[in-house]
């Protein structure tokens, strides 16, 4: 690990903190933020933790021109026995370097990344939520400060992590949701930016989500790119379908994000035994496996809704339903195994937790 010292410079107007019983998803923030700059022949330098407040920043800052900006999205959980841990966040910072690189801004120190975080963890730690369905949301993201509008990589960043109390990030929590299909517009292709945690690659989603969002769906699956016929991932998270006796999912194809939660969806299956199969899933196979009965369940999996049922797929004027429209058991399963790894309630026999305190 790198050998930087963090300057701390607490806030002196604490924000008012939100009731945790009536959470939304990523609307509070806490009350402090980690910061650290690059400079082109300096590297990265002067990490600090500081006030969560708005900062000034040049209109020209290649971020807002060109696009330079990748983010990640993880969590910190306080256990039944009153520990705060982290769920992998090793993974986490190794694919925000993935990002980084496609996006060719300069790598950060991953180990140091997870120390800062903790710091920072622990001078927010009183914003960490305790109600069910509750956690704290962790947001680090970079983006290019240079400024200049001409097209070439920026000279200088800015890291960032900032923390939000978070309740489930559907309103009905695990209630299964709705899915349209989208086959008017394409996300990602291969050899495009579908892998990394771009901005760019969630701004090119909004138009199908708006979409599906003016129809009354909750989320919008989308197809991959070329042939616009193959299930590539939802949204906001990964896709699962329960067919027959394999848990399958689409094979990364490089316009795929690689999950975590994906990750440790197999894993927790594999150790179960069962088959878990990463291979090409098409509309037409998931419209019939529905419709003679082989699809028995079928959800979506990410950091902030963790597992998400699946009640009903729509494309065009064909809908198929799922499971009579309510949670699965493997589904609820898999939820309960991940969220009581998260909170202690299980043993982590996998080794992913780490804890801040």
Known sequence: MANYEIKIVKTQNKKVKPDENKLSFGKYFTDHMFVMTYDEGTGWHDPEILPNEPFAIDPAAMVFHYGQAVFEG??????????????????????????????C??????????????????????????????????????????AAVKVHLSSSYKFFIILSPVGPYYPGGLAPVDILIEDDYVRAVRGGIGFAKAAANYAISLKGQQKAIKK??????????????????????????????????????????????????MAIARSWGLTVTERKVSVDELFAAAKDGT???????GTAAVISPVANFIMGDESVQVADGKIGALSQKIYDTLTGIQFGRIEDTFNWIQEVK
């Open 216 to 265: 009354g769906y909750a989320q919008v699956m989308w197809l991959d790119g070329i042939e616009r016929k193959y299930v590539e991932e939802v949204g906001t998270s990964n896709v699962f379908f329960v067919m027959g006796d394999e848990l399958v999912t689409p094979e990364l194809n490089g316009s795929i994000l690689p999950g975590i939660t994906r990750n440790s969806v």
């Open 74 to 103: 993880m969590k910190a959980y306080r256990t039944v026995d009153d520990k705060i841990a982290l769920f992998r966040p090793e993974a986490n910072f190794k694919r925000l370097n993935d990002s980084n690189d496609r996006m």
């Open 105 to 146: 801004i300069p790598l950060i120190d991953e180990e140091f990344a997870i120390y800062a975080l903790k710091e920072l963890i622990k001078i927010d730690e009183d914003w960490i939520p305790t109600a069910p369905g509750t956690s704290l949301y962790i947001r680090p993201f970079i983006i290019a400060t240079e």
């Open 295 to 301: 699809l028995k369940e079928a959800f979506g999996a």
